[in-house]
Every structure is written in C-alpha cells, then in structure tokens.
C-alpha cells in the first residue's frame, strides 16, 4: 500500500515529470512551463485567503479556554512556527536548480523514501477528515438560520430545536452531485465562491464582537486564566478543553500543504525563495493580526461562557438578517470547499490573479478531489483491463453539453460522500473534530516535514547548536500535538457518552 501511494502520487501529479529546459524564454520559465507572473503582493493575498476560513469561528472560544495571557501567547506562538518553517519550505522549493510543484514533490527530492509515503497518509488522512469536519460545520450553519429566525419570531428564550441530521443529508446530497464531475477545471467558478464567502463570515463575526462590545452588551466574566476552575468547569475539564483549544488553534493556521504551490507562481526574479518568505512574513501576520482581534474580541464580547462557533452559538441574536447571512456564506464556503480542486484548477486561478480581487481565487483547500483523483488512479493502473473502472461513456445532458459518465467513479465518490455524511451525523461535535483535524496536520505537514528538509538541505551537522534547537522545536511540537489530539480525543469521547445518533442535537 505505502508503496502504491508513492508511485500513484507521481501519476496524480504528471508535473513532476516535467522535464526541466534549464533556460527560460520571452513566453516560457526555465522548466518549459508558461512564464510565472506572481509577485509578493499575490502571494501574500493568496496565503491570507488560504488560511482565513472556518477555523476563525472557534477562536473565540479557544481564547475563553486558555485566558487572556495563555490565548494570545499561543496564537503568536503557533504564527511564528508557522512562518519559520514556511521559511524553510520556502528555500526546499528549488533542488539542485529542479524546481517542486507540489508538498510531496519537496519531500520526495529532499527526503524520499519512507517519508514520501509517510507525507502522502498524513496530507490524504487529512483530506478525510476535513471532508467529515466540512459536513458537521455546514450543517450546523444551516441549522443557525432556522433558529435565527424562530429566535427573531418566538423570542430569545424560545427552544428553537432544530435537528441537524436533514441538514446534513441535504449536504451530503450536494456532494454527491458535485462530486461526479470529473473535470478538476470545471470547479473554478465553485472555488471562487468559497473564497468570498469565506472573507463574509469571518468579517461579519469580527464586526458583531465590536458591535456587541460598543453597545455594552451585558457583563461578561474574563480572566487572565479563562474559564474558571470550581465555577465555569472542573480542574479535569479545565486541563482538557485547555488542550482542545491548542488543537483549534493549530487547524486556524493549516496552509502549509499548498505553500509550495502558491511558490510555483512567482517570477523570478527575484528567486522565488526569497519573495515567498516575504509573503509568508506578509500574510502571516495579518493573518494572527486578524485572528487575535477576532479571537481576543469575541472572548470579550462573550466572556467565560462563550459558544464553540461564535456565529452558530448565538451570542449574536440580532439582526438576525445579517446572521442568517453569515451562516449562509459558511454553508456556501464549506460546499465548496469541500469539492475545491487540487493543483490543475490551483495553476489555473492563479493565472487570472490579476482579474481577482486579492487573490480570493485562490480558496483551493485541496480536499475531496485530490482522494477521488488517487483512489481512481490507483484502480486504473492495478486493474486496467476493468471497463467498469477504465471505461468513460459520453452521455448529452441538455442545456450541460456532454459528461462523460464512469461506473465506479459514480459508485466510489458516492460511497466516500455517504460513508462520510453518516460519521458526521454520528459524531457531530464541532470544536473537538476541529482541534483533532489541527492537531494531527499541524506536527507532520507544518513542523516536522519542513524541519527535516531544512536539516537535509542545509546539511546541518548532527548535534551542532542549530541541529539541537530544531529537533527540540520539532519534539515540543510533537508534544504540544499530542495533547491537543488527546484532549479532543477525550472530548469526542465525553460528548458520545451522552449522545444520541439521529436524537440528539449536534454540539458546538
């Protein structure tokens, strides 16, 4: 299997067979390809646009866990990981003049071996699940426009139960439509959406937090510590949702996977190296910027008690027209990043980088398609005499032109859609599937692979000063990992103990 996964993820990726000219043209770079046109400024608009998301909605409640001085510490904390060892990737993108396209390109060149495989479980576990988190988070998002509305008509002390399980077979349903276009490029419109939406909800969040707070708002209890211990939680629940929170954190900051591909957009020159750790330095402080007033902002505005997603746990009642809005633009974002497209579609947004608006073209979070597109791969090349696998039918839809029909890949995307819809409904717990997603991306694709081909690229001596202080990072962020998915981990368990599949109501 390890080995199927490294030969496939060559066939996924026919650019890294591309053969390098080794000078570069009017029209063309030196591998041949059509002359790059990127610049700091794109890069930057693109690494902010890729890690603004779904993960800022969790904030508010990850700064209530950790208090007023843990909070922030670790947003700037994981900021600053993130930057130094995009720092590293930056300078892995080049290998002996050979330019990597993709994340996997990187560690094939600088590592190979076990570690390719190694990347390729931990980039696609991910795709997993994000896929399931994607279908928990919409749907609760759906939900929050019906109780936005009863809370408006009823009043604020209304039940307003509303089960999330349509909602997310009404997801799920989408899904299995949009998932059987074969074609990465006939996303584009769909990725381009998400982006938008994506910038809507997160500003419309920071925008109700300030709003609250300049109206007063009611008291709200906060503290140096967050919440307290013997009044807002027990010592235990303390410690673990501590935990969770860091893992929260960690998925708020995960771009590290299409790094090298915004760095493939760059001209040169500049070397590209040297302008992607400009934009990192760029679009990573902007990025905290906005996260630490969103995050320390909403704590304030909603204290101790504030919800795991603070535009679906309704501290925010009114106007209820504008959050009902917001929750639309989550539900519109999360569809379509759920199908966004991997590097093929990524290649050809940022072509058209000057006719988008900074960069919103490039909301590409690589999810379900990238899974589809090696699954399938895989099937044709071990079972290639099969027509149910190899063979495409052109069928005319009208008013759609032709689509090319295949037997499994209508029954595998469906299947994976379905398999995926019912986990979330039976684990539909919001914060921990966040922290557990953050948590287990954060260490492999953002700490430890960067480190590692720093080491090797660099030929750092084996326990020298440098040497010793980069395996120390890699180990406490290992450390700081495994805690955040224990803590998740135990609060999934928690939740399920008490839960009921297709009952009870989905937690935020």
């Known amino acids: 299997m390890a080995k199927e996964l490294e030969k496939n993820s060559l066939h996924i990726e026919p650019s890294t067979v591309a053969l390098e000219n080794g000078e570069a043209s009017k029209d063309f770079d030196d591998d041949g390809r059509s002359r790059r046109t990127g610049t700091v400024l794109t890069a930057s608009a693109h690494i902010i646009t890729a890690v603004i998301g779904s993960g800022v909605l969790s904030l508010a409640w990850a700064i209530a866990q950790l208090g007023w001085v843990a909070g922030p510490a670790v947003l700037v904390a994981f900021s600053f990981i993130t930057y130094l060892t995009s720092t590293f990737l930056a300078d892995s993108y080049r290998h002996q003049g050979r330019r990597n396209y993709t994340y996997m390109d990187v560690v094939r060149s600088h590592l190979g071996g076990y570690k390719v495989q190694l990347c390729g479980v931990a980039q696609y576990g991910n795709l997993i699940g994000v896929t399931i988190g994607y279908t928990i988070t919409a749907s609760i998002s759906m939900v929050a426009v019906k109780r936005s509305n009863c809370f408006h008509k009823e009043g604020h002390e209304a039940a307003c139960s509303i089960s999330t399980y349509p909602f997310m077979a009404i997801f799920g349903g989408i899904q299995l439509v949009l998932s059987q276009i074969p074609n990465f490029h006939e996303l584009s419109w769909l990725s381009i959406v998400a982006a938008v939406m994506s910038f809507a909800y997160s500003s419309i969040g920071f925008a109700l937090s300030v709003a609250k707070l300049a109206g007063g708002g009611g008291h709200v209890e906060t503290g140096l510590t967050g919440t307290r211990v013997g009044v807002d939680t027990s010592a235990s629940e303390k410690v673990w949702k501590s935990f969770q929170a860091i893992g929260d954190i960690a998925f708020a900051y995960a ?63 009114e106007p209820f027209w504008l959050i009902d809005f917001a929750n639309v633009c989550i539900a519109i974002h999360l569809i379509g990043a759920y199908q966004a497209a991997q590097k093929k579609l990524l290649h050809r947004l940022l072509k058209i980088t000057t006719i988008s608006i900074f960069g919103l073209s490039l909301k590409i979070m690589v999810f379900a398609q990238p899974l589809f597109g090696f699954v399938e791969d895989r099937c044709r090349q071990k079972w290639p005499e099969n027509k149910g696998i190899a063979e495409e039918h052109a069928v005319r839809v009208p008013l759609c032109g032709v689509y090319n029909f295949n037997v499994f890949r209508l029954v595998w995307r469906s299947v994976y859609v379905i398999i995926t819809s019912l986990i979330a409904m039976i684990f539909p717990f919001f914060n921990n599937f966040l922290g557990l997603i953050g948590a287990s991306a954060f260490y492999p694709l953002t700490v430890y692979f960067p480190i590692e081909m720093h080491i090797a690229q660099a030929k750092v001596p084996k326990y020298s000063c440098r040497w010793v202080w980069l395996k120390i990072l890699s180990w406490a962020c290992l450390i700081v990992s495994l805690v955040a998915a224990a803590g998740s981990v135990r609060g999934l368990a928690a939740d399920v103990k008490t839960y009921k599949p297709f009952q009870s109501e989905a937690h935020e």
């Open 255 to 317: 771009f590290s996977t299409i790094l090298i591909e915004i760095q493939d957009t760059l001209k040169s020159p500049p070397p590209e190296n040297v302008a992607m750790k400009k934009a990192s330095l760029v679009g990573v402080s902007t990025t905290t910027l906005f996260y630490v007033l969103c995050g320390c902002l909403g704590y304030a505005a909603f204290g101790n008690d504030a919800p795991g997603n603070f535009l679906t746990g309704f501290g925010f009642y």
